[in-house]
């Protein structure tokens, strides 16, 4: 069944105010499927196992890494004591002993089992998901909760589980009108952000943000120069998803990587006569720095943010105000 309107723009909500992995807060390049990245994830993964709130295993994991262990043979030599103190400096108290323990025990069964690398416990389970969740359980604390987060994170690195999300995460899509399904979900957004979406669920029913993604959604005003009209073609959407996902990558924000996208396909559907807006919108080339816009397509880009005191300012200071925007 094709997603209905107000579901593309609940995903576009939900990816707006909760739209990034625990990997990408935590900046671990799961991506680059190597060992240390995916060590990193282990520990987030026994971190986030406990009944604690995320910010703190968040904070936890940073901790961990900043301490210097960064693989599981640092993490073995490391002793009881160290590790339970650094875990209960970061603000992870209720559970730095016994996690601690665990720390050691798991470290060790890793690098005993695995020579301290998980891509080879996914060749152990010979790249099935099913049986790469159980042996992710023979942690000591990893459990099926510990299991989910694993998965649901390592998708983007080991393309066997995509699409994956867990139960929390269909039920977060569940109370938002969006499918309740993996397959229903991976049909609203490209494959790149699939993992985003089900990490901003999941986000969205630890901060109980479910009124707010709803609103978010009906007030969401989406222009021809922010979002892709029903007048588009299959071409003109791929090529939309392509550069919004290469402006992504190199350091753009959602909010302007689907502006310079949408810009950029608008001005193609304008010189081919598919529209019948044969102008611009009067901010500027995206493609060209702030700098090089003129004073008035600067004036125009600030008030479309809604940068206020707009009109009493000179270039340089249209500049400097939409940088910080």
């Given at each position: 069944?094709?997603?209905?309107p107000s579901q593309?723009?609940?995903?576009?909500?939900?990816?707006?105010?909760?739209?990034?992995?625990?990997?990408?807060?935590?900046?671990?390049?799961l991506?680059q499927n190597?060992?240390q990245p995916l060590?990193?994830?282990f520990?987030a993964t026994?971190?986030?196992s406990?009944?604690?709130?995320?910010d703190i295993a968040v904070?936890?994991?940073?901790?961990l890494?900043?301490a210097g262990?960064?693989?599981?043979?640092?993490?073995?030599?490391?002793t009881?004591?160290?590790?339970?103190?650094?875990?209960?400096?970061s603000?992870?108290?209720r559970y730095?002993?016994?996690?601690s323990?665990?720390?050691?025990?798991?470290?060790?069964?890793l690098?005993?089992?695995?020579?301290?690398?998980?891509?080879q416990?996914?060749e152990?389970?010979?790249?099935?998901?099913?049986?790469?969740r159980?042996l992710?359980?023979?942690?000591?604390?990893?459990?099926d909760?510990?299991?989910?987060i694993f998965?649901?994170?390592a998708?983007?690195?080991?393309?066997?589980?995509?699409p994956?999300?867990?139960d929390?995460?269909l039920?977060s899509a569940?109370?938002?009108?969006l499918p309740d399904?993996?397959?229903?979900?991976a049909k609203?957004v490209?494959?790149?952000d699939?993992?985003?979406l089900v990490?901003g669920?999941?986000?969205?029913?630890l901060?109980?943000?479910?009124d707010e993604v709803?609103?978010?959604?009906?007030?969401?005003k989406?222009?021809?120069?922010?979002?892709?009209p029903?007048?588009?073609?299959?071409?003109?959407?791929d090529?939309?998803?392509h550069?919004?996902?290469?402006?992504k990558e190199s350091?753009?924000?959602?909010?302007?990587?689907e502006e310079i996208?949408?810009r950029?396909?608008?001005?193609q559907r304008?010189?081919e006569?598919?529209?019948s807006?044969?102008?611009?919108?009067?901010?500027?080339?995206?493609?060209?720095?702030?700098?090089?816009r003129?004073?008035?397509e600067?004036?125009n880009?600030a008030?479309?943010?809604d940068?206020e005191?707009?009109?009493?300012?000179?270039k340089?200071?249209?500049v400097?105000a939409?940088?910080k925007?």
């Amino acid at each position: 069944m094709t997603p209905t309107p107000s579901q593309r723009d609940i995903t576009r909500a939900v990816l707006k105010l909760h739209g990034r992995t625990y990997a990408e807060e935590l900046n671990i390049p799961l991506a680059q499927n190597k060992p240390q990245p995916l060590f990193a994830l282990f520990c987030a993964t026994i971190l986030f196992s406990t009944r604690i709130s995320a910010d703190i295993a968040v904070s936890a994991a940073r901790a961990l890494r900043q301490a210097g262990w960064t693989t599981p043979q640092k993490m073995a030599k490391s002793t009881w004591r160290q590790r339970t103190d650094v875990l209960n400096h970061s603000g992870y108290a209720r559970y730095d002993e016994s996690t601690s323990e665990a720390f050691g025990e798991d470290c060790r069964m890793l690098l005993e089992c695995y020579d301290g690398d998980l891509r080879q416990l996914r060749e152990a389970a010979q790249r099935n998901p099913q049986e790469e969740r159980k042996l992710l359980m023979e942690f000591k604390r990893i459990g099926d909760v510990g299991a989910n987060i694993f998965l649901r994170e390592a998708q983007v690195a080991w393309p066997e589980l995509m699409p994956f999300a867990d139960d929390r995460a269909l039920e977060s899509a569940r109370k938002l009108g969006l499918p309740d399904n993996t397959r229903g979900l991976a049909k609203l957004v490209n494959k790149r952000d699939f993992a985003r979406l089900v990490a901003g669920l999941v986000r969205v029913s630890l901060a109980e943000d479910f009124d707010e993604v709803k609103t978010r959604a009906d007030n969401s005003k989406f222009t021809e120069e922010k979002t892709m009209p029903k007048a588009w073609s299959k071409k003109d959407e791929d090529q939309y998803e392509h550069i919004k996902d290469s402006a992504k990558e190199s350091g753009k924000s959602t909010d302007r990587a689907e502006e310079i996208a949408a810009r950029t396909v608008n001005k193609q559907r304008r010189k081919e006569g598919r529209t019948s807006n044969k102008t611009s919108q009067g901010t500027g080339n995206p493609n060209h720095s702030l700098e090089d816009r003129s004073k008035k397509e600067l004036y125009n880009l600030a008030k479309e943010r809604d940068i206020e005191g707009r009109s009493k300012m000179d270039k340089s200071e249209l500049v400097k105000a939409l940088r910080k925007k």
